[in-house]
């Protein structure tokens, strides 16, 4: 099992940018498949970008596939999702998940990730 923080999240105006880390910890030496997913009030879980910690191989949610980048860090086993001209529906809690490669059909569905972090806001303001 792998433990995950994230953190990067804050107030940003729209057109701005924000970088959230998640960092893992414990189990570390399998190879994984770790994804951001975001929450909005009253509505359910969905998947943002996701990486094959193995060989880097993304995957994205389309409408955020020219608005962001997911990038690893593997010395310090640090996952980044890079997000770029936000608009006010991107606010949300969003949320790192991580899960064994190899249990994985679908990167961006939530039903196969057992580790999730606690969650960081974002919040976009006009």
């Known amino acids: 099992q792998v433990q995950l923080v994230e953190s990067g999240g804050g107030s940003v105006q729209a057109g701005g940018s924000v970088r959230l880390s998640c960092v893992a910890s414990?189990?570390?030496?399998?190879?994984?498949?770790v994804a951001w997913f975001r929450q909005a009030p009253g509505d359910r879980r969905k998947g943002v970008a996701a990486?094959?910690?193995?060989?880097?191989?993304?995957y994205y949610e389309p409408s955020m596939k020219f608005r962001s980048d997911i990038s690893q860090d593997k010395a310090k086993k640090t996952v980044y999702l890079q997000m770029n001209n936000l608009k006010r529906e991107d606010t949300a809690m969003y949320y790192c998940a991580a899960a064994p490669e190899e249990r994985v059909s679908d990167p961006l569905a939530t039903v196969y990730f057992t580790s999730w972090g606690q969650g960081t806001q974002v919040t976009v303001s006009e």
């Open positions: 990486i094959y910690t193995d060989n880097g191989m993304t």
């Open positions: 414990g189990d570390t030496s399998r190879d994984y498949v």
